[in-house]
C-alpha cells in the first residue's frame, strides 16, 4: 500500500486535532460576515444586488472617495436573490450591509420597516426632493420610516431589430415603427405580418407581453387591501399573451433562461419589451448585435416594469456607511453614468432634463436617444400598487404561459389554471 | 453461442467481444466528461452550431478566465472553500472513526454490542431528512452561511465507524494488543503504535470516499451556503448555472474545474476507491 | 453484508501485578473503563447533535407554524401541516414523480450493471483499469455532470435531439425535453443511471468473486452457455446483494435531488418544470422551506418522506428475507 506514507499518515493523524483547533479559531475567516476588519478602521461593506446595476462603476467611484471603505459585491438571481434577503432579515444574521431590492418584492419587505436601517434617521430625508413622488413613497414604510433610496424606473419601450425589420418589409425609423402599433391588436398583427414574410417569429414569448401589459393596467395582481385581483389587469394582460402565442408569432422562449438568451444571438426574435433596465441585459447577453437594435414606443403608452431601490438591513454594523454608499449610489452623477453605460433610468425627474440624459444617444441601440424616449415614459407614470406576494404571483402566472408555449395547455384551459396558481401563491 | 463451459466466468479469459463491450461502456462513461471539456474550450458561436460540435477549441484559458474573474460568483474562492471542507470532514472523519472503531473491535467496555447496534442503525437514518432542523440549529448557533455549518455534520460518519471496526478486527491480531498492554501500553499507545500502522489502507480507502463524497454534496451546502460569498464548488456552479446571464462555456469551464480535483484522485487512488466499493462500501 | 455480525468481546487484559502503586491501579482502572467510552464518545455526541436532534425536532417542527418570512406566526399547529399535505396537489404529484423517475433510474441502472460487472468477471488485461475507468461517471460532481447534461438535453441545439435527428425523429420540431413528464423522467434518470451504474456493478462484481467456483462446474453437466451460466447461475447466487442495490437505489432514488433541481434551466426557482413536471419530494421541500419560507410544512413533508422510505425499506426487506433466506 504505496497510497499513504507511514510518517504522512501519522502527521495526518497528529494533525487532525491542530486541524479542528485551527478551525475553531479562524472562525473569522469561516464565518465572515459582513465586518471583516482589515487595517486600521478600514471597513468592508458587503452589497447584494441582481440583474445590471452599474455596481460595478459605483464601487470603484466609491471606494476612490472613501479609501477606508471597501465594497464586496455579490450578485444572484432574481428571485432567489429576494428570497435569500428575506430568509436572512428573519434569521437575523447574514444579511449584506446594502440590498437591492426590486418594486415587485418591496411591498413585502416595507411591511417589515424594523428590518432595515430608517434612512431618514441618516440625514437623507432631505433625498426627497430628488426623487419622484411615488418612488419616494414606493419604500417609505406605514409609520413613516424610508427603508430606500430608490435607483432607477421601468418606464416602457419596444426595442425591436431593425436588420429583421428591413428584411421582412417593415419600416425601420422609429416613428414610422411606432405607427406600426397603437394597440397591442395592432401590434399583433405586425407580428403576423412578419412571421408570414420572414418564416420567422416576431416576439421571443408570451411572458414578455404579459409583463408590459399588465404593468400598463390601473390595478395589477393585488389592490391595495392584499386582495388577489386576476380578474381585472391580469386578465387583460393574459388575454393578449395569449393571442400572440395563438398566432403563432411568439418564439416560444423562458424569460431570462439560456434558451432566450440564445435567441438573441440565434435572431429568433425581432421584438422586445423593453423596460430601460432591459438595455442592459440586451447588450451583455448578445454583444454581437450591437447597432442592429431601436427602439419604439410601446403599444398602449406608458406602464412601468421594474426598477429598484438601495436599502440598508438593520443588521449591518456599519449603518453609517452603508447609508453613505447608499447616497452616493443614488447621486446624480452616478445616475446618470449607469443610464448611459447599462440604460437603466433614473428615478429623479431633474435628470430627465439634464441634457447628459436628454442628448445622449445609445450608440448600441443605433443610437437611439434612450433619454428623450425613455424620460417621456416615465413622467406619466401611473404607479401601480404590487402587493407583499407580487414576486411570488408573477412567477406563478409566468410558469402557467410556459405550459402554453410547451403545448401542454390550450390557451383556452390556461385561464382558469392562472388563477389557480396565482390563488396558490397568493397563500402561500 | 453455447459454449460449454464448467468454468468460473472468472477463471475465463475474456474474448475480443468483451473487451469491446467494455471499451463501448467507458466510451459512454468518458464521453460526458469529454465533451464538457469541448464546451469548455469553445466560443458562444461555436455551440450554437448544429449539429454540435465534437472537437475541442482553443478558448479554455479565456473562458477560464471568465469564471474566475466572474465577480458575485467566487469562483476561485469556493474551490479553496470546498478543499477546505473536504480535508477537515475526512481528516476528522478518519481521526474519530479509527478511534470508534478500535474501541468496537478491540476494547472491552459495557454496552459494546448495543451501542454497535445504535451505530449500524444509524447507518440507515436518511439525514437528509433533517435539514429543515439542521437549518434552524444552525441558525440558532449563528453558523448558516458559514463553512462551519457545512463542515460539523460531517465529522463523523456511521459507515466510517463501521468499516473500521470491520477493518481493524481483522487487520489487528488480539494477541499482540493484549502483549503490549501486559507490557504497560495505555490504550492511546496501542492505538498509536499497533493500529495506526496496520488499518493504512483502510485508512486510504475511507479517506477517498469521504472526501470524494464531502467534494459531491450539494443540497445543505445550497441551502446554508447559497447566496453568501462563502460557496462550495458545488454552490458556485449552481450559481453559475442560474442567475440573468448564463453562458454555458463560462458554466462547463467552472465545471470541468471542479471535477479535475476528483478526477486526479480517481487517477492517483483509484485502486484504493475499487477496492472500498468492492468490501461492501456504501454511499 | 455482516452488518450484523457482532464478535464477542475479547478477553480483558490482565490486571497489573499487586505491587503497582495506587496511582497506577486509578490509571489502569481510567485506561480500562473509562478511555474506551472516551474513543467512541465524538462519534455518539457529533452524530446526537447533527444527525438525531434535526431529525427529531424535525418531528417538533413539523407540528408548529414556522415561518422565516413572519417571526411572529408561530405556535403549535397541531396535525394542520399533515392535514395539508393530504389534500395538497403539489405534494401527490411530487410524489408521483419520485416514484416515476425512481423506477426509470433503478431498472435500468442494476441491469446494467450486472451486465457490466459480468462483463468485468473475467481474466483482463489491466484488471484494475477497467474497474477504475468504470467509477469516472461516480467521482464527476453531480452538479457538474448534471449542468451537462442540462445541455445535452437543450431543445434547440441539445445533442441529444442531434441523435435522434440521425435517426429521423423530431428533424422538423426537436424534442423540448423538459416539457412533459415523460421525456423529462427520462432525461433525469439518465443521469441518474449514468451516474450509479459502474458504482453497482463494482458492487456486484464483488459478490460474483465470492460464489465458490464448484458451483459453476457442477453446472457445466447441464450444458450452460456463458449467457444462461449468467441468469441461472451467477444472478440468483448474488441475490442478496442485488436486494441490498435495491434498498439502497430506494433510499437514494427517492431524496432525488440534485438532478431534478439542476435539470432545470433556472435551478434557483427549484420548480422542477413549468408545471412541476418532474418536481421531486426533496425539491418541493426546499421549494416550500427555503422559497415559499414555511418550514413547518417543509418539515412535516420531510417527515411523511422519511415514513415513505421506511414503508418502502421494510417492503425491500421483507423481500430480502424471503428470496434470500432460501439460500
Known sequence: ?428 | MSVVTSRAPQDTRGTWKTYLSLSVALLLSAFPLYWMFVIATSTDAALGKYPPVLIPSDQFMVNLREVFTLQNVYFAASLINSVIVATVVTASTLFFCSLAGFAFAKLRFKGRNPLMFVVILTLTVPNQLGVVALYILMGKLQWNGTLIAVIAPGLVSAFGVFYMRQFIDHAVPGELVEASRIDGASTMRVYWSIVLPAIRPALAVLGLLTFVATWNEFQWPLITLGGTEYPTSMVALSDLASGNFVIYRRVLAGAFVATVPLLLLLVLGGRQIVRGIMEGAVK | ?327
Open chain 1, 1 to 428: 500500500m504505496k497510497f499513504v506514507g507511514r510518517r504522512a499518515l501519522r502527521a495526518a493523524a497528529a494533525g487532525v486535532a491542530a486541524t479542528l483547533v485551527i478551525a475553531g479559531c479562524s472562525g473569522q475567516a469561516l464565518e465572515g460576515g459582513g465586518d471583516s476588519e482589515g487595517g486600521e478602521g478600514q471597513i468592508t461593506l458587503k452589497v447584494n444586488f441582481f440583474g445590471d446595476m452599474g455596481q460595478e462603476m459605483i464601487k470603484e467611484r466609491f471606494e476612490k472617495a472613501n479609501p477606508n471603505i471597501k465594497i464586496a459585491l455579490n450578485s444572484a438571481e432574481f428571485n432567489a436573490h429576494h428570497e435569500d434577503l428575506q430568509k436572512k432579515l428573519v434569521a437575523g444574521s447574514g444579511a449584506p450591509d446594502v440590498a437591492a431590492v426590486d418594486e415587485g418584492f418591496m411591498v413585502g419587505l416595507k411591511n417589515q420597516a424594523d428590518n432595515f436601517v430608517n434612512l431618514l434617521d441618516h440625514g437623507l430625508g432631505s433625498a426627497e426632493s430628488r426623487y419622484l413622488p411615488w418612488k419616494w413613497k414606493g419604500s417609505m414604510s406605514a409609520d413613516g420610516k424610508q427603508i430606500g433610496l430608490g435607483t432607477d424606473v421601468g418606464g416602457l419601450a419596444m426595442c425591436y431589430r431593425t436588420d429583421l425589420f428591413k428584411a421582412a418589409g417593415l419600416p425601420t425609423e422609429r416613428d414610422q415603427v411606432s405607427a406600426l402599433w397603437p394597440t397591442w391588436d395592432a401590434f399583433i398583427e405586425t407580428g403576423k405580418k412578419y412571421t408570414e414574410t420572414s418564416k420567422k417569429k416576431f416576439i421571443d414569448s408570451g411572458t414578455n407581453l404579459f409583463n408590459p401589459v399588465l404593468a400598463q393596467q390601473p390595478v395589477g395582481f393585488y389592490n391595495e387591501q392584499e386582495q388577489l385581483q386576476m380578474e381585472g389587469g391580469p386578465k387583460v394582460a393574459f388575454d393578449v399573451s395569449m393571442k400572440a402565442i395563438d398566432a403563432g408569432i411568439s418564439a416560444n422562449l423562458v424569460s431570462f433562461q439560456p434558451g432566450w438568451n440564445q435567441g438573441f444571438t440565434g435572431d429568433k426574435f425581432a421584438v422586445l419589451a423593453c423596460p430601460a433596465w432591459m438595455l442592459g441585459h440586451i447588450q451583455q447577453t448578445a454583444p454581437g448585435t450591437k447597432g442592429k437594435w431601436d427602439i419604439a414606443a410601446i403599444p398602449g403608452g406608458g406602464g412601468n416594469w421594474g426598477g429598484s431601490w438601495w436599502t440598508v438591513p438593520a443588521q449591518t454594523k456599519h449603518a453609517e456607511a452603508a447609508a453613505k454608499f447608499v447616497d452616493f449610489a443614488t447621486q446624480p452623477e452616478q445616475q446618470i453614468e449607469v443610464f448611459k453605460t447599462v440604460g437603466n433610468l433614473p428615478s429623479q425627474p431633474a435628470l430627465y432634463k439634464d441634457p447628459a440624459v436628454l442628448d445622449f444617444k445609445h450608440e448600441f441601440m443605433s443610437n437611439a436617444p434612450t433619454g428623450q424616449i425613455f424620460a417621456k415614459t416615465a413622467e406619466s407614470l401611473q404607479p401601480q400598487y404590487l402587493g407583499k406576494k407580487n414576486g411570488k404571483t408573477r412567477e406563478s402566472v409566468e410558469r402557467v404561459i410556459t405550459q402554453v408555449q410547451e403545448g401542454k395547455l390550450t390557451t383556452s384551459d390556461a385561464w382558469p389554471k392562472a388563477v389557480e396558481e396565482a390563488g396558490k401563491a397568493a397563500s402561500s
Open chain 3, 1 to 327: 453484508m455482516s452488518l450484523t455480525q457482532l464478535r464477542p468481546a475479547p478477553p480483558s487484559p490482565q490486571r497489573p501485578t499487586a505491587s503497582a502503586g495506587k496511582a497506577t491501579l486509578w490509571w489502569h482502572r481510567f485506561d480500562t473503563r473509562t478511555v474506551p467510552y472516551l474513543l467512541i464518545a465524538p462519534f455518539f455526541v457529533l452524530f446526537a447533535i447533527f444527525g438525531l436532534f434535526p431529525l427529531i425536532f424535525n418531528a417538533v417542527v413539523s407540528l408548529r407554524h414556522w415561518r422565516l418570512d413572519d417571526a411572529d406566526k408561530t405556535g403549535w399547529a397541531g396535525a394542520e401541516n399533515y392535514s395539508r399535505l393530504l389534500t395538497d396537489a403539489d405534494f401527490w404529484n411530487a410524489l408521483f414523480n419520485t416514484f416515476g423517475i425512481f423506477i426509470l433510474s433503478t431498472v435500468p441502472q442494476l441491469v446494467l450493471a450486472l451486465l457490466i460487472a459480468n462483463l468485468l468477471n473475467h481474466r483482463l488485461r489491466g484488471t484494475t483499469f477497467w474497474r477504475v475507468a468504470v467509477l469516472l461517471p461516480y467521482v464527476t460532481p453531480v452538479a457538474a455532470s448534471t449542468l451537462l447534461f442540462a445541455m445535452f438535453f437543450q431543445t434547440d441545439s441539445g445533442m441529444a435531439n442531434w441523435f435522434l435527428s440521425l435517426v429521423g425523429f423530431g428533424e422538423e420540431n426537436p424534442l423540448n425535453w423538459r416539457a412533459e413528464k415523460w421525456s423529462s423522467w427520462i432525461a433525469i434518470a439518465t443521469m441518474v443511471n449514468w451516474k450509479w451504474i459502474g458504482y453497482n456493478a463494482l458492487l456486484y462484481l464483488s459478490a460474483m468473486q465470492a460464489i465458490p467456483r464448484d458451483v459453476y462446474e457442477a453446472a457445466a453437466v447441464d450444458g450452460a452457455g456463458p449467457q444462461r451460466q449468467l441468469w441461472q447461475i451467477t444472478v440468483p447466487m448474488i441475490q442478496p446483494v442485488v436486494i441490498f442495490t435495491v434498498v439502497l437505489s430506494t433510499i437514494g432514488g427517492l431524496q432525488l435531488f440534485n438532478e431534478p433541481m439542476l435539470f432545470d434551466e433556472n435551478p434557483a426557482l427549484a420548480n422542477g418544470g413549468s408545471d412541476h413536471q418532474w418536481q421531486t419530494i426533496a425539491q418541493l421541500i426546499y421549494q416550500v422551506g427555503w422559497r415559499d419560507y414555511n418550514l413547518g410544512y417543509a418539515a412535516a413533508m420531510s417527515w411523511a418522506l422519511f415514513l415513505i422510505i421506511l414503508v418502502v425499506a421494510a417492503i425491500n426487506a421483507l423481500l430480502t428475507r424471503r428470496f434470500g433466506g432460501g439460500r
